[in-house]
């Protein structure tokens, strides 16, 4: 075997420029498939990336409607989430990374001195609001810790926008904000995520604990944007226990310890409007909705074969567009680069053929002192493989520089990838195989006679 490949080197380097010509059809088709794929690659990484940021890996959890005397109150009509139901799920859901309770107000006016600023939504939520939303790193500052969830802390975190219409050209972190005349500290400011695929500025935004929206920020009783909390003030309550003083004595039974398991009266302070958990991976979403499912129904003590007092809602629509979308590109992609590959072959086995024909009384000569027709079929196939494979190796080198330049050049998301440089490897070896198979057969079927007198 060897002696074949120096043999395949001796008979290549006596047509040096040819044989490099040869090669360079390889190299293009090889040097394309390398940078389609780390380009297809790099692509896919990012739309994964834009996937997780729009929230695909996101469920939202709901208090489920209500009916009575046949009309049914929507979504959200009664309230059955506890911020223990968070705590359970955080704890018992294994396929879950995050759980946050959430909760939203518009129509909320920030003021910074002489300036003022109503963000498009003020969103609340724990310590894990921001892994759960996918924000990353804050750009200056920090994130409010569980503490100061705990405490009712008034800090806050602003969006880009905010931070640009409020503080221009200003450090924001350590700075006062009012809103609804509260005052808070702004404690970090989030990294620009820009606007999301409704359009919407996800920018213009600020986000405070969870607590303290509802015991400083919401309306009494639950808000049109799920708000929730009361916000009775001592005045009122003191006056109304004046109008009307408390009884002695009960006008309803006392409920007993079975109405109150099966049936346990909502407290509007301690319940939560809304719950938003994001799972380990986009995949396993379906996993995390079961075992969400499992734990609320046992903590609610729901019997079998009942109705859910919860609605879960994810984004596997969304999910599925995005991802096939990202498999298509990055399997046209490699159609084009193995098209390149397919001209690079095509181009072995021209040359082949005018190699053949000029070494025809080489051929017979060989024939005539006794090599057998495999010997001459291995010759040609060894030079053909070995054509692609030197070709391979080069255009390898050549797809690793050109990304590199284009993701220098372009900045486009560009990524190595291990089984691109190891298919390229092996289609070159498959490719000098079977474009160089014809001409190494012609060969070894010559008639010896007719090959010495070939002029």
């Known amino acids: 075997m060897i002696k074949q490949i120096l043999a395949a080197f001796v008979s290549l380097k006596r047509n040096i420029l040819r044989s490099l010509l040869t090669m360079l059809g390889i190299v293009i088709g090889v040097a394309v498939v390398i940078t389609m794929m780390e380009i297809g690659a790099g692509a896919s990484q990012s739309i994964k990336r834009s996937i997780s940021n729009m929230g695909t890996n996101v469920m939202m959890i709901w208090p489920s409607a209500v009916k009575t005397a046949g009309i ?176 002695s004595t009960s006008t309803y039974p006392e409920r007993d310890s079975v109405q109150a398991q099966n049936y346990p009266l909502p407290v509007r302070f301690n319940n939560i409007d809304q719950i938003t958990v994001s799972a380990k991976t986009p995949e396993q979403v379906p996993d995390a909705m079961a075992q969400i499912c499992e734990v609320l129904r046992r903590r609610h003590n729901i019997a079998p074969g009942a109705e859910d007092d919860f609605s879960i809602r994810d984004m596997s629509e969304m999910l599925k567009t995005m991802t096939a979308t990202s498999g298509l590109m990055t399997t046209l992609l490699l159609i084009v680069a193995m098209l390149s590959l397919v001209v690079g072959g095509v181009g072995i086995m021209n040359i082949m053929l005018v190699s053949v024909t000029e070494r025809t009384r080489e051929i017979g000569l060989r024939m005539a002192v006794g090599a057998r027709g495999s010997r001459i079929l291995s010759q040609f196939l060894t030079e053909s493989v070995l054509l692609c494979i030197l070709g391979g190796l080069v255009g390898i080198g050549v797809g690793r520089c050109a990304s590199l330049v284009i993701a220098q050049v372009l900045h486009w998301p560009v990524q190595v990838s291990l089984n691109a440089i190891l298919i390229s490897a092996g289609i070159s070896a498959v490719i000098g195989v079977a474009f160089g198979f014809y001409p190494a057969w012609r060969a070894s079927r010559l008639n010896p006679i007719d090959a010495l007198r070939h002029e």
């Open 72 to 247: 049914s109150s929507g979504s959200g009509g009664t309230v059955t989430l506890t911020e223990e139901d968070c705590q359970a799920i955080a704890a018992e859901c294994l396929s879950v990374e995050a759980v946050t309770p959430s909760l939203s107000r518009r129509g909320i006016q920030a003021i910074a001195g002489n300036r003022n600023w109503t963000p498009f939504t003020v969103y609340s939520g724990n310590e894990d609001y921001f892994t759960v939303q996918s924000w990353g790193n804050p750009e200056s500052g920090r994130y409010f810790t569980k503490r100061e969830v705990d405490v009712s802390a008034c800090v806050c975190v602003i969006g880009q926008t905010v931070k640009n219409e409020l503080f221009p050209g200003q450090e924001a972190v350590g700075q006062d904000l009012r809103l609804n005349n509260v005052l808070f500290r702004i404690i970090g400011v989030l990294p620009r995520k820009g606007a999301n695929m409704m359009g919407m500025d996800q920018d213009d935004t600020v986000i405070v604990p969870w607590k303290t929206m509802r015991s400083r920020l919401s309306r009494s009783g639950s808000s049109a944007t799920g708000a929730s909390g009361s916000t009775s003030s001592t005045s009122t309550t003191s006056s109304t226990s004046d109008i009307y003083p408390e009884s």
